[in-house]
C-alpha cells in the first residue's frame, strides 16, 4: 500500500519539482528499473546476507529514506541516484519476504499463505489512488514522508514486538 503511494508522485516531481520533461521522466522510472535489477544482482550474489528479519527492517528504512531524498532532492542526478538505490531495497525487501513466505509455512498452508499475500498485495491500486490524491491535496513532500514514515513504522513495530518476527531467518 505504502509503495502505492509514492509512485504515482514521480512524474509529478518530475514536471514541477525537477521540470525534466517526458525523457527525464523516463529516466527516473528506468533509473528504479535499473535498481531493481541491481538488487535481483545483489541478493543473488550474496542471498544469505538478506534472508532475515533484520535484513527486511534495514531494506525497507533504506527504501524509505531514499524515497524522501529524492522527494527534497530537487535535482536531477540525486533524483536518480534515490531511485536506484530504492529500487536496490525495495527489490531485496520484497523478494525476501516472499522467500521467507514460502520456506517457513508448512506444506499444508503455503497455498493459502501466498494466496492471501498475494490477494493483499492488491491494495497497492488503493495507495496509488491515495497517493495522487494527497500529493494534490496535501502536497509532494509531505505525501512521501507520511508514507515512507508509516512503511516503516510499521516494520519496526513489528519487529519490536514480536520475539518471532526478529528470529526469522531462511
Same mark, same amino acid.
Given at each position: 500500500?505504502?509503495?502505492?503511494?509514492?509512485?504515482?508522485?514521480?512524474?509529478?516531481?518530475?514536471?514541477?519539482?525537477?521540470?525534466?520533461?517526458?525523457?527525464?521522466?523516463?529516466?527516473?522510472?528506468?533509473?528504479?528499473?535499473?535498481?531493481?535489477?541491481?538488487?535481483?544482482?545483489?541478493? *543473488?550474489?550474496?542471498?544469505?546476507?538478506?534472508?532475515? *528479519?533484520? *535484513?527486511?527492517?534495514?531494506?525497507?528504512?533504506?527504501?524509505?529514506?531514499?524515497?524522501?531524498?529524492?522527494?527534497?532532492?530537487?535535482?536531477?542526478?540525486?533524483?536518480?541516484?534515490?531511485?536506484?538505490?530504492?529500487?536496490?531495497?525495495?527489490?531485496?525487501?520484497?523478494?525476501?519476504?516472499?522467500?521467507?513466505?514460502?520456506?517457513?509455512?508448512?506444506?499444508?498452508?503455503?497455498?493459502?499463505?501466498?494466496?492471501?499475500?498475494?490477494?493483499?498485495?492488491?491494495?497497492?491500486?488503493?495507495?496509488?489512488?491515495?497517493?495522487?490524491?494527497?500529493?494534490?491535496?496535501?502536497?509532494?513532500?509531505?505525501?512521501?514522508?507520511? *508514507?515512507?514514515?508509516?512503511?516503516?513504522?510499521?516494520?519496526?513495530?513489528?519487529?519490536?514486538?514480536?520475539?518471532?518476527?526478529?528470529?526469522?531467518?531462511?
Amino acid at each position: 500500500f505504502f509503495w502505492g503511494v509514492s509512485q504515482p508522485l514521480i512524474p509529478k516531481i518530475a514536471r514541477d519539482v525537477l521540470h525534466i520533461g517526458q525523457s527525464g521522466y523516463g529516466i527516473l522510472i528506468a533509473a528504479e528499473g535499473f535498481g531493481w535489477m541491481l538488487g535481483s544482482i545483489l541478493l *543473488s550474489i550474496s542471498p544469505k546476507l538478506f534472508r532475515n *528479519s533484520k *535484513s527486511i527492517l534495514v531494506c525497507i528504512a533504506m527504501y524509505a529514506f531514499s524515497m524522501i531524498l529524492f522527494a527534497l532532492s530537487g535535482n536531477f542526478a540525486v533524483s536518480i541516484i534515490c531511485l536506484i538505490l530504492g529500487g536496490i531495497f525495495h527489490l531485496i525487501w520484497w523478494t525476501v519476504i516472499i522467500i521467507m513466505l514460502q520456506t517457513l509455512s508448512d506444506n499444508l498452508h503455503r497455498g493459502r499463505v501466498i494466496g492471501l499475500f498475494f490477494a493483499l498485495t492488491q491494495i497497492n491500486g488503493l495507495g496509488f489512488i491515495i497517493g495522487g490524491w494527497s500529493g494534490e491535496n496535501f502536497g509532494i513532500f509531505i505525501t512521501i514522508i507520511s *508514507s515512507s514514515f508509516c512503511l516503516t513504522a510499521i516494520h519496526l513495530i513489528v519487529f519490536m514486538i514480536s520475539r518471532k518476527f526478529r528470529s526469522l531467518r531462511t
